[in-house]
C-alpha cells in the first residue's frame, strides 16, 4: 500500500520483522465513497489477544482491477501489534472510491471491518472477511436473500473473486414469489477482484422490490454479500449470510448409527476439511487387541471442493490399515482420479507378499462442489469386498467387488484410519474438500 492506513487511536509502530506464520485474508469493501449524498467509508479493528507482538500488511485493490498485476518495486510496510492490544484503522482505499483490502498477518491477530456513515453518530454495517475457513468454494451455489429497493432504500451487491485466476459466475435475481427479475448473466471477474454494484437492483430495471433474491455460482472461489442501505437517514445493514440446509450438522440420533452388536467408530457431521498445511488426518480406531471380526464396512460423506492442479492425481478418500503398516496390512483404500482419468478405486493388500497389491477400478465422473457417498466392505463371510460411490439422494454412480484374501479380520495393534491425502509422487492433496458422517464398523 502506497499510504499507510490512519490510526483511530494510536500511531503506528512499524517492524522489519515478517511474521514466522502468516495467513492472508481480505477485507471484502474498502470504502470511501458518496451513496445517496451520503460519505460511506470503511474502518478497520485489529486485536492481538497473544502475549506476543504480532505484524501486519495491508494491499489495497481497487474494485475491478486485477489483484495480481502488482508493481515490481512493490514495497509494504509491516504494522507491529503490541500483545493484548487493539487499535481501529481507517482510510483502507489508498486515495480510491473503493476496492477490497488485502491484509497478511500474524495467525493469531484478529480482524473486524464496518462501512460507517460519515457525520452524526448512525449505525453502521459489518464487512464480511473472506478467508480460506468461509469462501465459496468452486461451482457452489449460493444464496443472498432480503434484497429491497424503494424511493429512499436501495442495495448493493458486492462479488469478490478470491482465484488468482480468471473467474466466470453466474447470477440470477429472483422476486419474492420466485419470478425471475433478470435472466441468467455471465460476469467474467479479474484474478484476485472485487467487484461490486450500488443499487443492484436498480441497474437491472427493478422499480420496487421487497424480500427478492440473488443466486450465484462461481466456477473458482469467491464470496459475496450486499448492503441494504436507506438513502433518507444514512442507515446501512448487512442483510442476514444465507445458509442452505445441507449441514454435516446432525440432530441428536440422526447422525450414523452403530448396528447392535457391532463395535464402531464414528464421527458425526463435518469432522475435516484439509487446508494448506493440514493436508491429512488420522484416528486411532479402538478396538479390544486380539478380537477377530468377520466384516468390517466404512461409511463416509465427502463435499467435493475442486480437483488438485494435478487434476489425475490420486485424491485420497480413506485408508484402513492394522498395526499402522502399509504392506500386507492394509483393509481398505479408496480414492479418486480427476478429469483426465475418471477413476474410482479401491485397493486391499492383506495377506499379500510386501508389494503386492489387489485393486478394482470404476469409471465415475464427479463434480466439483456436490456432495457423495462412499460405502466400502470387506466382509469374509461373502469373500468380498464392495465399494459403491452415490450420491446423497442415494443414486449410485460406480459399484465395484473383489475377492478378499484373509478369511478374519484380526486385531493385531489396533487400526488406524486416514483420511485424505497429502502430496507425494502421484498422491495429492484435497484441500477444501469437506468430509462428514463417518461410520466405521467392526462385526463378528
Known sequence: MSKPLSLLLLGVLLLSAVP??????????????????????????????????????TYFIPSFADGTERPDDLELE???????????????????????????????????????????????????IASSSNLTRANSRFHLQNWERSDSVQTSFHLVNLATGTNICTITVFAADGTPLVSPTVLTLAGLS???????????????????????????????????????????????????????????????VCPDGADCFTLPGVFFTPVPGNDIIDFDVPLPDGEVYKRLTVEVTFRHGGWDRVADGLHG?????????????????????????????????????????????????????????????YDTNTRLTTTTISTVDGIELASMTDRTLSNQIAVQDGFKLQVALHRELVEVPTHFWDYSDLLVTFQK
Not at 451520503?38 to 492481538?48: D, P
Not at 477413476?343 to 507378499?353: A, D
Open 20 to 57: 514466522l506464520s502468516a495467513g492472508t485474508v481480505y477485507v471484502a469493501l474498502a470504502s470511501d465513497q458518496e451513496i445517496g449524498g451520503i460519505n460511506y467509508e470503511s474502518i478497520l479493528t485489529v486485536s492481538n489477544p497473544s502475549d506476543q507482538g504480532g505484524t501486519f500488511t
Open 78 to 128: 509491516e504494522i507491529f501489534m503490541p500483545p493484548g492490544s487493539t487499535r481501529v484503522f481507517f482510510g483502507l482505499t489508498d486515495g480510491a472510491d473503493r476496492g477490497m483490502l488485502e491484509i497478511t498477518a500474524s495467525d493469531f491477530l484478529v480482524f473486524a471491518a464496518k462501512l460507517v456513515p460519515a457525520g452524526p453518530p448512525r449505525p453502521g454495517a459489518i464487512i464480511p
Open 194 to 256: 472485487h467487484n461490486g454494484w450500488n443499487d443492484a437492483l436498480g441497474i437491472i430495471g427493478v422499480g420496487d422490490a421487497v424480500d427478492a433474491r440473488a443466486d450465484v455460482t462461481c466456477d473458482r472461489a469467491s464470496a459475496a454479500f450486499s448492503h441494504r442501505i436507506d438513502t433518507s437517514t444514512g442507515e446501512v445493514t448487512l442483510p442476514p449470510i444465507s445458509t442452505t440446509g445441507n449441514s454435516g450438522l446432525r440432530a441428536p440420533g440422526t447422525g450414523p
Open 317 to 377: 478418500i480413506f485408508w484402513l490399515r492394522r498395526n499402522d503398516i502399509w504392506r500386507g496390512q492394509t483393509f481398505g483404500y479408496v480414492n479418486l482420479r480427476g478429469p483426465n482419468r475418471n477413476l474410482f478405486t479401491s485397493l486391499i493388500n492383506v495377506g499379500l507378499p510386501g508389494g503386492d497389491t489387489r485393486r478394482t477400478t470404476a469409471n465415475v465422473v464427479l463434480t466439483p462442489g456436490q456432495t457423495y457417498k462412499v460405502f466400502y466392505s
